[in-house]
Nanobody, 113 residues
Framework: QLQASGGGLVQAGGSLRLSCAASGSDFSPNVMAWYRQAPGKRREVVAT???????VYADSVKGRSTISRDTAKKTVSLQMNSLKPEDTAVYYCNANLMGSIYWGRGTLVTVSS
């Protein structure tokens, strides 16, 4: 029910915008989020956004990333700027619908130095 897109290869200092579209007429999650998992590391939260628009960011991306959500279109996006090699990871879209957790297939972001 979640389809992520927008990953790719970018040079350090560049920008990428990830998008995630949810399907299902009654799919209106309380919270949507982006997670990432770098090679050999645990999956970690990058940013979250509630239905009302409240956002929380990981310290590692704060000030460089913006999460946004279009509730009507059931999409969530992550704009990432000033990318660093350490941002290289598979990024996953996540949705929390009344306690049920949904994951999208990951999209790979590679930042070259």
């Amino acid at each position: 029910q979640l389809q992520a897109s927008g990953g790719g290869l970018v040079q350090a200092g560049g920008s990428l915008r990830l998008s995630c579209a949810a399907s299902g007429s009654d799919f209106s999650p309380n919270v949507m989020a982006w997670y990432r998992q770098a090679p050999g590391k645990r999956r970690e939260v990058v940013a979250t956004i509630t239905r009302s628009g409240n956002t929380v960011y990981a310290d590692s991306v704060k000030g460089r990333s913006t999460i946004s959500r279009d509730t009507a279109k059931k999409t969530v996006s992550l704009q990432m700027n000033s990318l660093k090699p350490e941002d290289t990871a598979v990024y996953y879209c996540n949705a929390n619908l009344m306690g049920s957790i949904y994951w999208g297939r990951g999209t790979l972001v590679t930042v070259s130095s």
